[in-house]
């Protein structure tokens, strides 16, 4: 099985499938066409393609072949220049800004730099046929012009298959249409002698609106928006090709190389990932060419997704790390874009300048021309976090920042701070809160500061400053004495809200209030939680009660009624952890088996728990279960009332009232059977 299968072998497809393979990782990479395409298609590059080149170790080949792109104007039909965009001789990486460029030279240069590379496998002529999720990765199967049927297998799948493509179509992804369509004439020349033409320039006449591009130092485009009434035969004849040219040279200046119409449209593909295949390049989004960002935006759709995935393979990171580089890569939505992790996952120390460091671990690089220094002083930063696709994820006033900003940096690497469309970004620090208030409910009782931060998985420095917080809201409180936390009032009334708001007893309300008015008794609500029988609600009858037992409350299993019945219809795997911690903590006295078992029977038989003077004194209480259509006990209804176990036939009128109440609210629950009265 293969790490990662690249479709298309376009500079997408190669750039990607590059840097997988120095990454380490094993590439397939399958291509329809028997040979590079050989064709000219974009026309510049920027200086963030260029690094990407450069990390590739195609920039030194390419520099012979290139033009720096120094400047784009923009024209009225008589010839002023409207606008005259300058471009930087060096940009922030310490490129050129642009360049301009003949496609079929990069594609050789980027197809060398790809076959030195051993682990990268490259199948031209082999056509994408059938595309399938399997576990643990995909399966495609591709097909040769021989008809020869193979089948290959690979964690991940990348479609760098153009605007066409088949792996898009093949998830049934859709394209968001942007609003621009339309066709225009693409020419292209081999210059025979040198021409005092411009780089770049956009003809902006409503007549014939028209782009004129160099190509490196050999070649030149020349592009027209189509006439309505124009056939593309008509248009692309070589006679028609030269008379739209002749105002700026002829057949003795240079020779046609082609003649083709391209629509050009805008569309951006719904999703990028979908599993584990995932869409670069035109594949994923098409924009106009009239910026020249078309190819150079698909190199960094590589470069983005390539160190993702690089940390996904080697389990560095969650899968849904994926999940951002759609968020940060998205034309629509712009790129948003402790020592010992740097390191894991392949992270290096730079120092820029200044005395070579003593640190065997740290890089250190000269400043030749003041580059950086000159990035540095307009950033006003003294250190950066840079991805591996040249991106600056945080830049820092002072060195002594760089371990926090590595914490937050594994923290959003983690699948808990990934951000995606499902897991869209949210606060971190009330993450991280949440993270230290789970640690204290977890702990049963109350806690010291290391065990909640070592159950956090923190610094106990850091887990304190989230306990004060946490401790001011009301959710924690400290022990003056002991100094150990433990949940506070505002925890437990959000749980017992919680609780309440479950539709099970949302819907009981109406009966409690029911079985109250008819008898005229109190009665209760009880589910079962972490600590066993808890109060839900009281519905408090005519007769004043001196009941002490709040809502929130855990009642005792064996003394209580309401736990009682929890006993009697809850498996015991669920019920004897709580009522031998209940003995542990002295809640309750030690209990014979066969004496729990012989209370748990005659409720089952009877449909009934009786309690006397148990939980509150002077009071008796009988409790009965309510079901759902799993059969399954999800309430406890209960009723007090003074000396009622003595009263025969009170008890009765009650025992009747409660089972009625009980079996009405289970039969809206979906639970079929009868209940005995």
Known sequence: MYDALVVGYGPVGMALAGLLGQYGHRVAVCERYPGLYNLPR??????????????????????????????????NGAGEVLINQVF????????????????????????????????????????????????????????????WVRTLRAKYLIGCDGGNSFVRENCAVPSLDCGFREPWLVFDFRLKRPLDLPLARQICDPAQPAVTV?????????????????????????????WRVFRWATPEDMELVRAVSYTFQSRIAERWRVGNVLLAGDAAHQMPPFLGQGMCSGIRDAANLAWKLDLVLKELAGPALLDTYMLERDPSGGVQCELGFWQSVGGHFIQVGGDRPANAHTVWLRDRGGTYRTWFEQHSCRAVIVRPDFYVYAGLLDVSEVGQSLQRLW??????????????????????????????????????????????????????????????????????????????NAARRLGVEAMRRMDEVNLAGDYLVRLRDKTGHTVNLTVWGDSGPTLVRWEHGSIPLPIAVRVGSSLPILASSAGRVFLAFLPIVVTQPVLQRQVNEGIAPPYVDEEVRRIASDIRSSGLAVTSQA???GLDALAAPVFDAQERLVLVVALLAPRLYANAVARRKASTALIECVSALSHELGYTKQAAI
């Open 411 to 488: 923290a959003a690497l983690s699948d808990e701070g990934t951000v995606t469309e499902s897991n869209p970004q949210g606060i971190q620090s009330i993450e991280i809160g949440m993270r230290v208030l789970a640690a204290v409910e977890k702990a049963g009782g109350p806690a010291s500061l290391t065990s909640i931060a070592a159950a956090a998985g923190m610094a106990p420095s850091k887990a304190h400053r989230y306990l004060v917080s946490l401790g001011r809201a009301g959710f924690v409180t400290q022990s003056g004495y002991s100094g150990l936390y433990d949940l506070g």
């Open 615 to 617: 939980v509150i004194p």
């Open 42 to 75: 974009a026309a510049t590059f920027d200086h963030e393609a260029m690094r990407t080149l450069q990390k590739l170790g195609c920039a030194t080949r390419l520099l012979a072949s290139v033009v720096p792109w120094t400047n784009y104007e923009w024209c």
């Open 88 to 147: 930087s001789a060096r940009a922030a990486s310490g490129w050129a800004e642009n360049y301009a460029m003949y496609q079929p030279v990069l594609e050789d240069a980027l197809d060398a730099a790809v076959r030195l590379l051993p682990n990268v496998t490259i199948l031209p002529g082999w056509t994408a046929t059938a595309l399938r999720a399997q576990v643990g990765g995909v399966q495609l199967q591709i097909q040769n012009a021989k008809g």
């Open 214 to 242: 160099s190509l490196g130092p050999e070649y030149r485009r020349w592009s027209f928006m189509m006439e309505p009434h124009e056939s593309v035969e008509q248009a692309t004849a070589p006679e028609n090709v030269w």
